[in-house]
């Protein structure tokens, strides 16, 4: 015959201790099955009594109060390097003096014909030492890691001075027709196209009214500046600086040189290699 086993040994261990620690007299404190706060509605309530604690409602800390900080600009030597300083103090000298050519000419200090030369002289070897720093700083950055952007803003919007200012000068000089009859000028002339929607959406209105996807698609078209500059002073048989400085440029951008470089300043920032993301680089 079985024997009745007690409803004890039926309950978990933690229910039979809160029994037996149980007085009546606690019976005036617990609230009435009625009450909104009666534990057997709450399975947290009913779990924190079986647990031997109480539950107490926790306050958030106030939050200090903060001051409004009117925002003020960083200094230009905290935003740029000396080097960055000074890439772009070389850049602004060539438009200044074509600026400075044009408006003596204005005023009839010097002809138009030294203007033209003046003009000329300025703005074709800088003009291509200004694009090549230009196609440059996007591996200076893959290698650093220091952001070039406004450095290759600031030196498209210079270089686009100089080859208005190039186009302007041949024109008057040979007229426009005549500018385009010799291979050099149409390879010149092409590159300066390709640079006007580039320069148009170089800023960051234009990012945001065309999209990132389709703004950094158009400023692919600084591949086919590049190219159209090679052409153009191989036709004319000066390889300077600026030449060698877009040859560089394109050699960094072969995916493995782009890889190693990476890699490297990845190595030197003791950093997991994360290939980056190519910006534009215009």
Known sequence: MMTQQPPSAHRPREVNTALDNYSPGCMTNLPTPDSQSSPLGDPGAMTAVLDHTIPTQT???????????????RPLWNRFT??????????????????GA??????????TEAMIQLALAAGENPGMITFGA?????????????????????????????????????????????????PFL???????????????TSSRRSQRALGMKRWRLLHKLTYGVAAALLIHVILIGDIGP???????????????????????AARRRELPFIPETELSPW
Do not use: C, D, H
């Open 59 to 73: 306050t958030a800390a106030p939050r200090p109060e903060t001051r409004s900080v009117p925002w003020r600009r």
């Open 82 to 99: 000396p080097l960055q300083i000074l890439v772009m103090t070389l850049a602004t000298i060539a438009p200044l003096v074509i600026g």
């Open 102 to 111: 044009i408006g003596a000419a204005l005023l009839g200090v010097v002809s």
């Open 134 to 182: 230009l196609f440059v700083a996007s591996p200076i950055q893959w290698l650093t890691g220091r952001s070039q952007v406004r450095v290759r803003k600031y030196l498209g919007i210079m270089f686009f001075l100089l080859a208005l200012s190039n186009i302007a000068m041949f024109a008057i000089e040979t007229g426009l027709v005549a500018a385009l009859s010799a």
């Open 186 to 200: 149409v390879a010149g002339t092409t590159a300066f196209a390709l640079a006007v929607p580039l320069f148009l």
């Open 242 to 264: 600026g030449a060698v400085l877009i040859a560089l440029g394109f050699i960094a951008r072969v995916p493995a040189v782009r890889r190693w470089l990476t890699a490297r």
